[in-house]
């Protein structure tokens, strides 16, 4: 059997869900609420409670008991399982690791502008390009489709595959898809996970990006180099 954290394998099913993210409680959690947020249910599933739902006992050795229904709901919305599934022992035959995929859209108009969000994570200057979970089953040019309109209020179309790699920081999949802009009035349409959104002139994007930061394949279909930097 492989072994997790601590030498020891996951305890539930929610909690494998959670490593084969390769995601922190805390982490799992903070997107949790955002999603809670978005769907009308705030404060629903805080990192405490979590690692007590995963651990499937509560810090005292008893019994969970019922889980609330406003918990339930997000988590089953999430993870796309029961909660009766996910607080149960895992199989010991499906415990291989899963990283986490995200799609990300690289967005272009016909003035030559690309679209850009910028995150709320404290960061002063964190643009970055709409992205979105891919979750199992799901088409990570869909993702790129909907997480676009979601975050930007921009209708657009996947116009070309630009691969695929681990990213060297956050060791999460990256499935990056150039996309051409058809409609919508740009605007922060996630203000619970943006801090704002932006068109910028592709030879602007050095000041907001590390562009030797950014994959090839992405700055070589705007027509960059990881070397240019905007006077």
């Known amino acids: 059997m492989t072994t997790w954290h601590g030498g020891r394998p996951p305890r ?4 494998q869900q959670i490593w084969n993210r390769r995601l922190s409680i805390e982490e799992f959690a903070d997107y949790a609420e955002r999603l809670g947020r978005q769907h009308g249910e705030p404060g629903t599933l805080s990192a405490r409670h979590l690692q007590r739902l995963a651990a499937g006992i509560r810090s005292n050795g008893r019994p969970l008991g019922a889980v609330r229904p406003a918990t339930a709901r997000l988590l089953e919305r999430i993870l796309d399982r029961p909660i009766d599934e996910l607080l149960a022992p895992p199989e010991a ?4 690791v899963q990283p986490l995929t995200v799609a990300i859209a690289v967005v272009v108009d016909n003035d030559e502008q690309v679209l850009a969000v910028r995150r709320r994570d404290g960061k002063a200057n964190s643009w970055q390009f709409p992205a979105g979970i891919v979750k199992p089953g799901a088409e990570p040019e869909s993702v790129a489709i909907e997480e676009t309109l979601a975050e930007a ?7 070309g595959n630009l691969g695929n790699r681990l990213h060297p920081i956050t060791n999460v999949i990256c499935h990056y898809l150039l996309c051409l802009y058809h409609a919508g009035e740009t605007r922060n349409a996630d203000p ?19 562009l030797d930061q950014v994959y090839f394949p992405v700055l070589k279909s705007l027509g960059l180099t990881a070397g240019r930097r905007s006077p």
């Open 12 to 15: 539930t099913v929610l909690e």
């Open 153 to 159: 209020n921009v209708h657009c179309s996947v116009t």
């Open 192 to 210: 619970a996970e943006n801090a704002a959104v932006a068109w910028f002139d592709r030879a602007a994007l050095g000041d907001i990006l590390p």
């Open 93 to 96: 035959e499906s415990v291989a």
